[in-house]
């Protein structure tokens, strides 16, 4: 349990920058475009979890099934219904 002064000497720390640029990330509306191009069958591979979770949800959320497996660094989604 972290008390309160704990808590102050960490609000301390705390820096403010300004003028740090938003870093980009993908938009939902872009992953949702890759699933309804791929084909029954087509599949996807990536060492970023992230992004093949992404994969993922958008297949379900398209209404298409899909499947993953772990394939040496990374993980394949396939398309299969």
Do not use: C, H, Y
């Not at 939902?28 to 979770?53: H, P």
């Amino acid at each position: 349990m972290t008390t309160n002064s704990e808590r102050a000497a960490k609000i301390q720390e705390i820096t403010i920058e300004k003028n740090v640029p938003l870093s980009e990330r993908l938009q939902r509306n872009t992953l949702v475009d890759v699933a309804k191009k791929m084909e029954v069958g087509d599949s996807v591979f990536s060492t970023d979890t992230r992004l093949i979770n992404g994969i993922m949800t958008a297949l379900n959320k398209s209404g298409f099934k899909a499947s993953t497996r772990q394939e040496g660094e990374g993980r394949r989604v396939w398309r299969v219904s």
